[in-house]
């Protein structure tokens, strides 16, 4: 699982602990005085949302949360946004081979450019639109029988 280390400082706790329960997929360990910030998927944080827990809290701190975060990452990369966000991510190493002809591949190449993306991002996007259009699809389907079984329920007593 890619992580992160802050030193165990007031203000690194209550972040850490902050992006734990914010259900950001976060896992948060103390070891000493290391805090190791672990995470599955990546997240987004912003000075404004550390300011609003932390009061004091100064861009020289966010400067330095930012460093500390960048130094220590393993499995992940930190990318600032703007100079009061900025987010961590896995570590793209996961791999997908696929068969195409040069027909099918010519037309990727061409939407792909048409969107101003990489070849990969582009079927990467789309693979995660399925994917998430997919998952809504059983969802709803979940729901509606779930509604069928309660209204013929209904009927019956």
Do not use: C
Request: no cysteine.
């Amino acid at each position: 699982m890619p992580m992160f280390k802050l030193r165990a400082t007031e203000n690194n706790l209550r972040i850490a602990e902050f992006l734990e329960t914010a259900e950001r997929g976060v896992k948060v360990e103390r070891h000493g005085d290391e805090i190791l910030v672990k995470f599955k998927y990546g997240f987004t944080i912003t000075l404004l949302e550390v300011g609003s827990i932390i009061r004091g809290f100064t861009r020289r701190d966010w400067r330095n949360l930012i460093k500390e975060a960048k130094e220590t990452i393993v499995g992940g990369k930190v990318q600032e946004f703007s100079d009061a966000s900025f987010g961590v991510r896995p570590t793209r190493s996961e791999r997908i081979y696929i068969r195409l002809d040069p027909l099918e591949k010519e037309t990727i190449q061409e939407a792909a450019v048409l969107e101003g993306k990489s070849l990969s991002e582009f079927i990467r996007s789309a693979a995660l639109k399925a994917a998430s259009e997919a998952f809504d699809k059983e969802t709803a389907m979940r729901m509606m029988k779930r509604k069928q079984k309660e209204n013929s329920h209904a009927y019956v007593s």
